[in-house]
């Protein structure tokens, strides 16, 4: 708590008072009456610079000294000087993105002063900005008022640490203008305890106890030595998990479904970290089933590490067979390694994880669990909705029926709380608990009963006993049935499906920060936050205000569609055909503005009934997505058929804003209407390459059928117009191979639009 209170005096400096931070923040901090008299702590603040800890009269014990190294790891790891650095801290400059220096882009946008926020995206943007004495007087009182609502000590570490995310995610850690300020406050302070927490393991498991020569007069030495762990988790069989489902109400088990991984995940993490004696500020990302934490190089860590792990697997094999796996890889590091010292070190950390985690894939299990798995299934039956064998009632599994008791409470209620109990009917967790759910009464109640383990809320921040407040989950659902999303489209009755995620990311944290110049373990920890930000928390409000419309249309509100998941970088969605079409435009433009179009997405959308098997829904889709990370360079979309992939810019400009257009602007005021557009595809659809004959002979139809066309004389001269612009275009683009795909994809979607329930068979 001393390290994540660190840095609070520089809110001090930056409002009103001049003094070295260290001092005006222990000055500020000690008269609170929750920290009041807790010197050990206290002093982590007051003596975390050098200058401060060379005459300070202190014991060689103490954890200052911890703070102090931890501290200086950290901002090794956070500053860097820009390429034509300035001189000098200016108190009331701006918060910088991360995004200005990955994968090769050079702007200098900044943040808005504001505190995180679940219902507006703070865009990066290139206004002068300022943080003046106001907002961080509005900060002080937040973070002072919230301090009124917890108790010091371990159970209430993570309530302090989300206090810190939601008032500190865009201040700057520092005001050097002379250095990137891409650094928030809140991660500077995050991983300062992240790596205190550590090196205390490491020093006690090496019987260090004299801090003050080991850390603070023999630091250099410190830094060479592998202290640090970079511990992964990533569970296998997530996508086939929730979408094998069948069954009435499929829409709503599978948002159940896919809310209980989320969750899952967050509970076992939260299991690791109690083991290792860790807090949540030791975990970088969580998110798509896999998670990075840094944890103490120490060999307790690696045996608890290891013990985990089978039990781990051993409770997924017990509950689901082999559709879950849990591969556990790890890496040792220094600080060096974690400041890219040498170059390329920090991304050896990586490589040396995913060569671990493969490893352990490749031998998943032992004998005698080969034979668990191979147990003889007399007396069960096959589950209704999740097709797994088991015990079952009224022929659903005790684990769907769990879910559906709690299913609503999940999907509709975002008051909820979900708490994870011993002893208490719920949904299966590992080693014996449950998940429950509870509103806020409820929950004062359970905190006190002996089978409390820990309670979560969803994309709300509460402090409170073991509660943990930042979980963000994609959540928005507009509707519970595909039947009811499929009625909403315009035109014909069809669910739309898409299926989306990030390009090259994998690259982008190995080598985007300019080949390795600002490759840190804080600017991978930011980076990794704000995709989560993105696509855990921010994608719901893409879906609760839409901003693209069709042409012709006016669909500027909440999109008829459902989050099925999104992860850290990817996401599930389904709504009406049209509304998916246009939330896959926001998507890409937000994002792109999100990311200052350093980053880019790839996409896949099918049509279908709304009694589709939501799986093969996935699986076509999921192919769609892949034919469109197949382009040169991606940024991609494949549209209904795998060989109708297009660039984002093809999408959005030429074939919704030039082709689908010029069909309205006639087509959709010409006696004509859809049979002369059949008539048109069945002449531009493509033929035999090889057939030169034909295709000369489809022009000169296609020729012919525009001349039939021509409005006659008595017509409007704006239809006349209107006519010889349309024949203008249409004879163009169809010489073009290029713009004779986008124009057949135009004409289905204008169809789609135009063509009612009639038409269906």
Known sequence: MGSLLHDFGKLLYRYNDTRDHSTSGYDYLKKIPLLEGHNELLNCIRYHHADSLKNAVIADTSLCYITYI??????????RKKENPQFGFIRDTASESVFNILNGNNEHLQY???????????????????????????????????????????????????????????????????????????????????????????????????????????????????????????????????????????????????????????????????????SR?????????????????????????DSFE????????????????????????????????????????????SISISKRKLHRYSYNQIQGLNKNHEGERECNLCLRSGITENGVCSFCTGLINIASKIIDNDDAFFVVVEGEKGVVLPFGRTLITSNKDGLRNIIN?????????????????????????????????????????????????????????????????SNGKYETITRTSVLSAKLSEFFKLHINELLRKGRYSLPGTDKHTS???????????????????DDIICFAVDLYNEFGR???????????????????????MAEYTGTLETEAKKVDGKRSIALFDKSDVFSWDELINDILGIKLKALQKYVGVSEHGKAMLYNILELIRPVDNNNTELKRLNISRFAYLLAKLEPDEEASDTLKEGYLEFAHDMYSWVRNEKHCKQLITAIYIFIYMQRGNEYET
């Not at 896999?290 to 307790?300: E, G, L, N």
């Not at 999109?559 to 389904?574: E, H, K, M, W």
Request: net charge negative.
């Open 70 to 79: 931890a501290d200086n790891i950290a901002a090794a790891a956070d500053r």
């Open 594 to 616: 999100f990311t200052q179009n350093t980053l880019s997405i790839s996409a896949g959308i099918g049509l279908f009934d709304s009694k589709y098997p939501i799986y093969s």
């Open 112 to 278: 808005m002063p504001r505190v995180l926020s679940i219902n507006e995206i703070n865009y990066p943007t290139d206004d002068n900005i300022t943080f003046d004495e106001n907002f961080y007087s509005k900060i002080i009182d937040n973070i002072t008022d919230s301090l009124k609502g917890i108790e010091l000590s371990a159970d209430h570490i993570n309530s302090l640490l989300s206090i810190e995310h939601f008032n500190l995610s865009f201040v700057p850690s520092s005001t050097n203008i002379g250095e990137l300020r891409d650094i928030s406050l809140y991660e500077h302070q995050k991983l300062t305890t992240a790596f205190a927490s550590c090196i205390l393991a490491y020093c006690e498991e090496n019987r260090i106890t004299d801090y003050k020569t080991e850390l603070f007069k023999n630091a250099e030495n410190f830094y060479s030595q592998k202290a640090f762990r970079l511990l992964s988790l990533d569970i296998s069989g997530i996508q086939s998990f929730i979408y094998n489902i069948s069954g009435e109400h499929a829409l709503k088990h599978l948002r159940a479904r896919s809310f209980y991984l989320e969750l899952l995940l967050e509970d076992i993490v939260d299991d690791i970290l109690l083991e290792l004696e860790l």
């Open 281 to 305: 500020a030791n975990v970088m990302y969580t998110g798509g089933g896999r998670t990075y934490i840094i944890v103490p190089a120490t060999q307790k860590s690696k045996d608890i590490i």
């Open 559 to 577: 999109r008829n569609a459902v989050i099925i998941y999104s992860g850290g970088d990817d996401l599930f969605v389904v709504g009406a055909w």
């Open 449 to 513: 009963r002996e089978g409390y383990i820990r309670a979560y809320s969803r994309n709300k921040g509460y402090t409170g006993v073991r509660l943990e407040n930042d979980l963000y989950v994609g959540c928005y659902a507009s509707d519970n049935e595909f039947s009811n999303l499929s009625a909403t489209s315009t035109g014909i009755n069809r669910l739309g499906v898409i299926r989306a995620d990030v390009d090259n990311l994998g690259q982008a944290f190995v080598r985007g920060f």
């Open 310 to 353: 089978q039990k781990l697997n051993l409770w997924f094999s017990d509950n689901f067979g082999t559709d879950l796996y849990a591969a556990f890889g790890y890496a040792d590091c220094s600080k060096n390694d974690l400041c890219n010292t040498p170059d390329g070190s920090y991304g050896n950390i990586y490589k040396n994880v």
